[in-house]
């Protein structure tokens, strides 16, 4: 026997303008009995008009999170992060510091402005897969060109929905960033991807050979005009920058160009004795993925240029910078990302709200004297930037281009062309 629900409708109280009498309106739910023939007990597949979870993210610590696959399928293993950011997700996306990682969204809400092709930060998509609470069933932006699931798809990455994103997101908090697979395959039982997760590291693997350039080229393009600010800052002079690509983003670049620079861009492994032959006013050595006690190379290229030009470092550059100069970094916890992070700018003062993505850190008790550390994180009290005048350089932990992000941070930038116009007046 089995229940049908009939309805049977009259009136229900309800309000339709201030001091008019209420109209009543009353529902009833009968119960129906009806009764199967033999025919209908027997068993059949029904086809369910929503979509049933049918991914899994199993992670070392054992815990396994059903959830609803978008974008890509089959199986893909990697570090899980959170990423607070409200916004941006397709710069996240495409930001190649992401190489080899999960990124979690913390807001809930995600791909309802879709993506568009104008707000990429690289070439492709480098993060392993996408984890988010709930998917935009629609999409609503005057640039959107794509939903969020065919951008990944057609990029070969995996995303995951209805999973509770609160949940994991204290987990990484309490116990630090955790290796994780995500699988959409039945073959793959929970304990085969648990010993996938335990047997695969992060730490100590050279993630940037993986997402440099092959070959030098030059960057001309400057954030659009109806993007731009800080016009009445820039400078007239042109500079001369060679950038190490160890991850760069498009904005890192349109931010020089927008502020007078021409712009060489180099692989990681470029010999440090190529771009002195080049004689540049500058050299930029920019974000990128992983622990920077990997690639032991361009630590030695770092070495050899400090002290002969003017020198920025972003990100994995400040990383490098430390490590080059004698100190030491390590991995934290959980990490910083996302687009909400206040910074302190020691010298004047100033708090910044700053975008950050990154693993490691300086350790400022390891500097040698003479370092300057300019900026502290004021979340956790890290090291957010460096200076060492003697040596003509600075640096800074978080991403001033943002994209996602404030602007508060954008001035640093011009901080580089004073640097570089002072060592050109004393040439």
Request: charged share 20%; glycine share 8%.
């Amino acid at each position: 026997m089995e229940c049908a629900l009939g309805m049977t409708a009259t009136h229900f109280p309800s309000f339709s303008r201030l001091n008019s009498s209420p109209k009543v309106r009353l529902f009833s739910v009968t119960c129906q009995s009806v009764s199967l023939s033999a025919s209908e007990n027997s068993p059949t597949t029904v086809e369910r008009p929503w979509k049933v979870a049918d991914a899994r993210l199993v992670l070392e610590d054992g815990s396994v999170w059903r959830a609803k696959s978008f974008g890509a399928s089959g199986t893909q293993v990697g570090e899980v992060v959170f990423n607070t950011s409200l916004t941006g997700y397709q710069e996240i996306l495409t930001d190649p510091s992401y190489a080899g990682q999960f990124v979690l969204m913390t807001n809930p809400h995600i791909g309802n402005t879709g993506v568009n092709f104008d707000d990429e930060e690289s070439k492709q998509c480098f993060l392993g897969g996408l984890v988010i609470r709930s998917l935009s069933i629609s999409t609503s932006n005057w640039r959107c060109k794509q939903t969020l699931g065919d951008y990944l798809a057609s990029r070969n990455i995996m995303g995951i929905y209805d999973v509770d994103t609160r949940a994991i997101t204290r987990r990484l908090r309490q116990d630090g960033s955790l290796i994780g697979v995500l699988s959409t395959e039945d073959s793959k039982t929970d304990d085969e991807l648990l010993e996938m997760s335990r047997t695969w590291d992060i730490v100590g693997v050279d993630l940037i050979s993986g997402v440099s350039c092959k070959a030098p080229y030059e960057w001309v393009d400057k954030t659009g005009s109806e993007w731009d600010f800080n016009f009445n800052k820039r400078n007239e002079d042109t500079f001369h920058v060679v950038a190490y690509d160890f991850g760069i983003k498009y904005n890192i670049l349109r931010r020089l160009a927008s502020y007078g620079c021409k712009i060489t861009v180099v692989p990681s492994t470029w010999p440090a004795s190529e771009t002195l032959k080049m004689k540049p006013d500058g050299v930029l050595f920019s974000n990128g993925p992983g622990d920077p006690s990997a690639v032991p190379y361009a630590v030695e290229t770092v070495k050899e240029i400090i002290g002969k030009v003017a020198v920025f470092g972003i990100c994995m550059g400040h990383q490098l910078l430390g490590q080059a100069l004698g100190g030491k970094t390590f991995k934290m916890k959980f990490g910083h990302h996302g687009g909400n992070h206040p910074v302190r700018n020691i010298r004047n003062g100033r708090v910044e709200i700053s975008a950050q993505n990154h693993n490691y850190a300086v350790d400022p008790e390891s500097l040698p004297e003479g370092v300057e550390v300019t900026h502290v994180n004021l979340n956790d009290g890290s090291c957010a930037g460096l200076a060492f005048p003697q040596q003509k350089l600075m640096s800074l932990q978080y991403h001033p281009e943002a994209s996602p992000g404030p602007h508060d941070s954008d001035p640093v930038f011009g901080e580089f062309i004073q640097l570089m116009k002072q060592e050109k007046q004393r040439a």
